[in-house]
């Protein structure tokens, strides 16, 4: 829920300084294509994180730069080189094993077994496969309007229509629950406020900047890019935590920037 909300009081405003360009009826389409997509492509990753060891779901989002070289043909239309296509893939590979080089009794394969027993895992090759197609609609609606309109525009329409979403489709009226629980226990919301307005500027600044950058390149480029957050999070991990390894893992992490310079240089 923050991580849609948070950004939106910072969004908001900058609707109201930003030129609204003219809005064809493709636009308001593919705005109604995605909004459904995001929300089940957050409750699928929720329910991989609750069904499933990290380790054998996470992996799985390594694949979305590769779902992206036929969806970006499919939806945008783009095409990728050879030389790009070999730095996707070297991105992927690399990503994949950021999480499966060792540190126990678990293979390289393990993951990709997981597949075949555990719904986690189905779950977050779901949510790759969603994303490599959201990634495409959002940047056919940027290319119907434009990125510093549509970033505030369609993540303030999250942050608005998710808590809705809560609140007319739980069984167990989670949106309810919350809105005790935040009663109830308001001194932790408020202990926690620094942190929400952190998510918010973070993830306002994570908009724009996607935003900007998959209206000037290739999608499949950009998210291979992108991707390489899997890296930073387990420099962070072993920085802040001090996770281990960290060195079997910079092999990871060398593919990762190997195929980054492939996909810049193509």
Request: aromatic fraction near 12%; charge should be positive; charged fraction near 10%.
């Amino acid at each position: 829920m923050a991580r849609f909300v948070a950004p939106v009081p910072l969004l908001v405003p900058l609707l109201f300084l930003t030129k609204i360009p003219h809005l064809s009826p493709t636009f308001w389409s593919t705005v109604v294509l995605l909004v459904p997509l995001e929300f089940t492509a957050m409750l699928l990753y929720m329910n991989a994180l609750r069904t499933s060891q990290m380790s054998l779901s996470i992996p799985m989002l390594a694949f979305s730069p590769s779902f992206i070289v036929v969806t970006g043909w499919l939806i945008l239309g783009e095409d990728v080189s050879f030389k790009g296509f070999c730095g996707i893939m070297s991105t992927v590979f690399g990503a994949y094993l950021l999480h499966v080089i060792p540190g126990g009794d678990r293979g390289v394969l393990e993951p990709l077994k997981a597949l075949f027993k555990y719904k986690g895992s189905r779950y977050m090759l779901g949510v790759a496969f969603i994303y490599s197609i959201t990634s495409c609609l959002g940047k056919k609606a940027i290319l119907l309007s434009s990125p510093t309109f549509f970033a505030p525009f369609y993540f303030s329409l999250l942050g608005v229509t998710l808590p809705l979403f809560y609140a007319f489709s739980s069984k167990k009226r989670l949106f309810h629950q919350v809105l005790v629980a935040v009663r109830s226990r308001a001194s932790h919301v408020l202990a926690l406020l620094p942190v929400f307005v952190g998510i918010g500027v973070l993830q306002a600044l994570m908009v724009y900047s996607h935003m900007i950058s998959i209206s000037m390149t290739n999608a499949a480029y950009m998210i291979t890019v992108k991707r390489t957050s899997l890296l930073f999070s387990i420099l962070l991990g072993a920085t802040l935590f001090g996770e281990r390894p960290l060195v079997p893992r910079l092999l990871g992490g060398s593919l990762m920037l190997f195929g980054v310079f492939l996909v810049v240089t193509s």
